[in-house]
């Protein structure tokens, strides 16, 4: 996947939320400030007296910050890849955000993927590989680390342009002696890599901080990853893509008991013996405890899900805005939460499939990168921007 770049950098945090309303809120109290610099946190490349370019068709409008009337809407909060399965909101405003990354904005649509990995740091536990069906943060892959981190599946919004070294497609298909697409070679990736027990084995190698991928040239093999990476993908995009003949897994997690209403909780704890978390008052189980535990490079998923929407968030803080949080649990966070629980649930019930695969590609023939040739050097850069927005929404 040739072109690989960097995620969203808003050197602001305020912009970002779990909640919608929440960012309307803080707009609202922005745009009500005596001091708007303060509120707004200035940096060297966004000051309120300026304008600056727009990439998204939801805010067309590039009047400075500090000219806009105190009446103004907020621009509508757009879905954001904030963190590894943490699906959250954004003000997509290129005024509000200092390193945007036209480019990704550009190229989501429906059938976009966005993978993520980390190449400042060597890999830790946990897979190699995460995926976002929404535009993602710079930190997204593990909270921390990140640069040019991001792999979208596609260089347009068309989905036409497979970001794949251009030989590949051809290659699988005279391999195999049947069309195979740009989400096959998704999938297939996905198996392989987004598993810890890939990273664990190929330990001693992934400290080059290069991420190859062992590429079987079994079409019996490639077909059960193909089949097993879209499960996944479905799952981990929230269902959101491959939803053709995918079903969400039944329940495994329920709310035994509400969250209270009126208020955030102040803290959440798992209970092994029960194997049930707690949140607040509340309760949500069974929760497995490798579902507790599952991790991304240091990143603990569940533990820092939650961590973003208690009463004293975690999280940098450089705004009096990012003080404005949810009012309460929501029962969409309960909706949202359960769905994290029963996703990673099925996640875990499905890597000892995934490590006996990753055995079979293994022990099998496979496909040499040589065979490929080099990678044309305009494939490696950003697409040529056009001038629509390039969005399909």
Request: include cysteine.
């Amino acid at each position: 996947m040739p072109w690989q770049h960097s995620g969203v950098q808003g050197k602001r945090v305020w912009p970002i939320a779990s909640s919608p309303d929440v960012l309307e809120t803080r707009w609202k109290i922005l745009l009500e400030s005596k001091d708007r610099s303060e509120a707004f946190k200035e940096s060297t490349d966004r000051l309120i007296a300026s304008s600056y370019p727009q990439f998204h068709p939801a805010c067309p409008d590039t009047t400075a910050i500090g000219s806009l009337p105190t009446d103004m809407s907020c621009p509508a909060p757009q879905p954001y890849g904030y963190r590894s399965f943490d699906r959250q909101f954004i003000i997509a405003d290129g005024r509000l955000l200092s390193r945007p990354r036209q480019p990704l904005w550009q190229s989501f649509s429906p059938r976009q993927f966005f993978f993520a990995s980390v190449f400042t740091q060597p890999l830790n536990i946990g897979p190699a590989l995460t995926v976002s069906a929404n535009v993602p943060d710079l930190h997204y892959f593990r909270g921390s680390f990140g640069a040019k981190d991001i792999f979208p599946l596609y260089r347009d919004a068309a989905a036409t342009q497979p970001n794949l070294h251009p030989q590949l497609l051809p290659l699988l298909q005279k391999t195999f002696g049947a069309s195979i697409t740009a989400e096959d070679v998704a999938a297939y990736l996905y198996a392989a890599l987004a598993q810890p027990v890939f990273t664990a084995r190929f330990h001693k190698e992934l400290e080059s901080r290069e991420l190859h991928v062992p590429l079987t040239a079994d079409a019996t093999r490639f077909a059960r990853a193909v089949a097993l990476g879209r499960e996944l993908l479905f799952l981990h995009s929230y269902g959101e893509r491959c939803a053709n003949g995918q079903s969400w897994p039944a329940p495994s997690a329920k709310c035994i008991k509400a969250v209270p209403a009126g208020g955030l909780p102040e803290k959440f704890a798992y209970d092994e013996a029960r194997q049930v978390i707690s949140v607040g008052t509340g309760e949500f189980g069974p929760v497995p405890k490798a579902v507790w535990d599952y991790e991304v490079s240091g990143l603990k998923v569940v533990q820092s899900w939650l961590g973003y929407r208690m009463r004293n968030r975690k999280g940098k803080k450089s705004s009096p805005l990012d003080e404005i949080a949810p009012k309460e649990w929501s029962g969409e966070y309960t909706s949202e939460f359960l769905r994290l629980l029963n996703l990673l649930t099925r996640t875990v019930e499905l890597q000892p499939t995934q490590s006996t695969l990753l055995d079979a590609i293994l022990a099998g023939p496979l496909l040499d990168a040589s065979m490929l040739g080099p990678v044309p050097e305009q494939w490696r850069s950003a697409p040529k921007q056009s001038a629509s927005h390039g969005l399909d929404l």
